[in-house]
């Protein structure tokens, strides 16, 4: 469900366009969801925030908590 509303999102804030998202969970930091181009960069699923917050800092990036 997440990740259906992350792609609703995207056509509406110009912030997410074209650039991989993720979203974290507010309990341990692990990614819950990410976009496709994610997916294409290499992060892969349920990783620890703190593992690939250097490599999201590094790109042009979105990322929320929720």
Same mark, same amino acid.
């Given at each position: /469900?997440?990740? !259906? +509303? +992350?792609?609703? #999102?995207?056509?509406? &804030?110009?912030?997410? %366009? &074209?650039?991989?998202?993720?979203? *974290?969970?507010?309990?341990?930091?692990?990614? $819950?969801?990410?976009?496709?181009?994610?997916?294409?960069?290499?992060?892969? /699923?349920?990783?620890?925030?703190?593992? $690939? !917050? #250097? #490599? $999201?800092?590094? %790109?042009? /990036?979105? /990322?929320? *908590? !929720?």
């Amino acid at each position: /469900m997440v990740i !259906r +509303l +992350l792609l609703c #999102e995207q056509p509406f &804030d110009p912030t997410l %366009r &074209d650039k991989p998202v993720v979203v *974290l969970s507010n309990n341990d930091g692990c990614m $819950i969801a990410c976009s496709a181009l994610t997916k294409e960069v290499g992060i892969k /699923m349920r990783c620890p925030w703190h593992l $690939i !917050r #250097e #490599e $999201i800092r590094g %790109r042009s /990036m979105a /990322m929320t *908590l !929720r």
